[in-house]
T-cell receptor
Framework: DGGITQSPKYLFRKEGQNVTLSCEQN?????MYWYRQDPGQGLRLIYY???????QKGDIAEGYSVSREKKESFPLTVTSAQKNPTAFYLC?????????????FGPGTRLTVL | AQTVTQSQPEMSVQEAETVTLSCTYD???????LFWYKQPPSRQMILVIR??????QNATENRFSVNFQKAAKSFSLKISDSQLGDTAMYFC????????????FGGGTRLMVKP
């Protein structure tokens, strides 16, 4: 089945450590996105990529980094520079033809800093 | 920058009743798209309904319909015949035309459907 997978589902990190969240899609979508969701709040855009080997910062990119070496994959690294990384992280993808295209979401990763 | 506001943090409705969730947005653009996404307890985001700003006709999807008022910058979601499975967080989202399909989300409304 086509879809988006994120791993792991739950992730625990000690302060000062970098950690990488995985996002893979087999929908053949060109665009991929990373969002952060805090309890009781909406989604905020961290990074997005519309084509392989290119990506742009979203609204809250500080303390995060990404890569887009393959069309199917868009991993997110949460660095030690991110002051409050405990949150729910959602990955999404979409086509980029014209506008108004639906974003499809993965199941999310819950990151907790111990 | 665009902003999306959902003024109702929590709502509840009896099963089989109708409920309306509010959403307002601020933009200077004329062409754009509006979405309602549902996030059930599983936390999987699911598209509920989509509206194109240049279409005056309100979008409908089975029990879900919208009231799109472009001049008022309002985009409310009506759920008819509410079901227990409609219990979820509902997010209103805005997308500019020709802007990389990026979404700006509201803060969400938590809807509880009571038996």
């Amino acid at each position: 089945d086509g879809g988006i997978t994120q791993s792991p589902k739950y992730l625990f990190r000690k302060e000062g450590q970098n950690v990488t969240l995985s996002c893979e899609q087999n929908l053949n979508h060109d665009a991929m996105y990373w969002y952060r969701q805090d309890p009781g709040q909406g989604l905020r855009l961290i990074y997005y990529s519309q084509i392989v080997n290119d990506f742009q910062k979203g609204d809250i990119a500080e303390g995060y980094s990404v890569s887009r070496e393959k069309k199917e994959s868009f991993p997110l690294t949460v660095t030690s520079a991110q002051k409050n990384p405990t949150a729910f992280y959602l990955c999404a993808s979409s086509i980029v033809l014209a506008g108004g295209n639906e974003q499809f979401f993965g199941p999310g990763t819950r990151l907790t800093v111990l | 920058a665009q902003t999306v506001t959902q003024s109702q943090p929590e709502m509840s409705v009896q099963e089989a009743e109708t409920v309306t969730l509010s959403c307002t947005y601020d933009t200077s653009e004329n062409n754009y798209y509006l979405f309602w996404y549902k996030q059930p307890p599983s936390r999987q985001m699911i598209l509920v309904i989509r509206q194109e700003a240049y279409k005056q006709q309100n979008a409908t999807e089975n029990r879900f319909s919208v009231n799109f008022q472009k001049a008022a910058k309002s985009f409310s979601l009506k759920i008819s015949d509410s079901q227990l499975g409609d219990t979820a967080m509902y997010f209103c989202a805005f997308m500019m035309d020709n802007a990389g399909n990026m979404l700006t989300f509201g803060g969400g409304t938590r809807l509880m459907v009571k038996p």
